[in-house]
């Protein structure tokens, strides 16, 4: 398979740029699944069913959160009811959504599953076993013909050690939430392909995909903390991501990143 995965989209600029633009991107690089992170698609705080529902008509398969995913309460029907989107696989159980799914492309099953970080991010569950309960449900190569596991987090060496727990069982691991891209794409030992952070969809002329102003106020200790965040809507749209080809057995055999950019018109 040839899967393509797209960095945290914020605000209106990244859901434009996906929108407008992802056909022509599916067919340049000629992929089998597109998914993306959409936790910042709402102002760039949280997700709403209309704007998931815009994204799964305009040529994504499937769509993976974090943990901003419950600060717009709609999403939360949604959650339950859809079978293209995820939320982290070690928030409890009793709460709406799967953190994982397994979508139907063209024949064949690709699984996603997502789960948070533990370090410098609120407390959560165990990152590993729920990962190991679902790998030996479904198992890469048997049950399912690749498999992306998302590490939504703060830190580096978490997202690396993840890597390499998981190296060999699965076909790719992905890390999100800081939405700076990492220049560390490769494939491990194993055969597993890894990033530390595939980066945003946006204004990428930005912090982080919000307008500098708030930011830098904030780094100068001005009192300005309860500014609310503006996401940047400048003159250029990026979609960064990472793309990844699998063998027959699931694992990796090409991982490259990529970064496309468009006027935005």
Known sequence: MKILYCGDIVGRAGRNVIIKHLKEVRQKYQVDAVL?????????????????????????????????????????????????IIRPLNYPETLPGKG???????????????????????????????????LKQYPLGKNVDAILIDIHGEATSEKLALGYYLDGRVSLIAGTHTHVPTADARILPQHSGYITDIGMCGDF???????????????????????????????????????????????????????????ND
């Open 100 to 134: 994982a799914q397994i979508l139907n492309i063209n024949g064949k099953k690709l699984l996603i599953a997502q789960v948070l970080g533990r370090l410098f991010m609120p407390p959560i569950n165990s990152i590993t076993e729920p990962l190991d309960k679902l």
């Open 205 to 263: 002329e930005s912090v982080l995909g919000f307008e500098p102003a708030t930011p830098i106020e904030r780094l100068t200790e001005r009192l300005t903390i309860q500014n609310r965040l503006i996401p940047a809507n400048g003159e250029k749209l990026t979609i960064w991501g990472i793309l990844a080809e699998t063998n027959s057995d699931g694992l990796c055999n090409h991982i490259t990143q990529i970064k496309e950019v468009y006027n």
């Open 36 to 84: 993306v992170n959409a936790e910042n698609a709402a102002h760039g705080f949280g997700l709403t069913p209309g704007i998931a529902e815009d994204l799964l008509h305009n040529g994504v398969d499937g769509i993976i959160t974090g943990n901003h995913i419950w600060q717009q309460k709609e999403i939360y029907p949604f959650l339950d009811s859809n079978q293209q």
